[in-house]
């Protein structure tokens, strides 16, 4: 007869591996030349991206939510300021970040209904973005009033459709149209 304990801690494994199953996977990398912070609601951040690093967000089904990036940051322990992207002074944030803000935006299917994301400048532009979908189209953001973006609220031409349990890329300053899975 097994313990209260290890069944509990198999309850707590099989619950976190069914979890992780159906959870999308945002990898998001910097390619600025500068250090950017990324961050995300309602997945928090407080991750420093130095040029080349990547950070790697498992987001459950049935959310939506957001990334931008932070530039100018200085954090001593959990609160500081970033010059761009700010969240109330937060390192792990729980609101939106300070306009303007370069935003990839999501909503992932739950029960295996579709995904769907935009890069979306109606809260201002920050810096360069690419968000793109391992079942979908690539979006491409060098600069402001970039033709992949939602530009004012009712833009409504600008969400895709992806298919369920996908993974997504976030680069911050990428220089080509080129996709993480793509690369060998």
């Not at 402001?144 to 031409?157: E, H, K, S, W």
């Amino acid at each position: 007869m097994a313990s209260r304990a290890a069944s509990s801690v198999f309850l707590l494994l099989a619950t976190t591996f069914a979890a992780g199953a159906s959870a999308a996977t945002f990898n998001i990398r910097n390619n600025c030349g500068y250090t950017v912070w990324p961050a995300g609601i309602p997945v928090g951040g407080g991750v420093q991206l130095n040029t080349g690093q990547g950070w790697t967000v498992y987001v459950p089904p049935g959310t939506s939510g957001r990334f931008w990036g932070r530039t100018g940051c200085s954090f001593n322990g959990g609160s500081g300021h970033c010059d761009s992207g700010d969240c109330a002074g937060a390192l792990s944030c729980s609101v939106s970040g300070q306009t303007p803000a370069t935003l990839a935006e999501y909503t992932i299917g739950a029960n295996g209904a579709q995904d769907f994301y935009d890069i979306s400048l109606v809260d201002g532009f920050n810096q360069p973005m690419d968000f793109s979908c391992s079942t979908g189209v690539n979006l491409h953001c060098p600069g402001a009033g970039c033709r992949d973006a939602y530009l004012y609220p009712t833009d409504d031409t600008k969400t895709h459709a992806c298919a369920s349990n996908s993974n997504y890329q976030v680069t911050f300053c990428a220089s080509s149209m080129h996709t993480w899975w793509n690369d060998a």
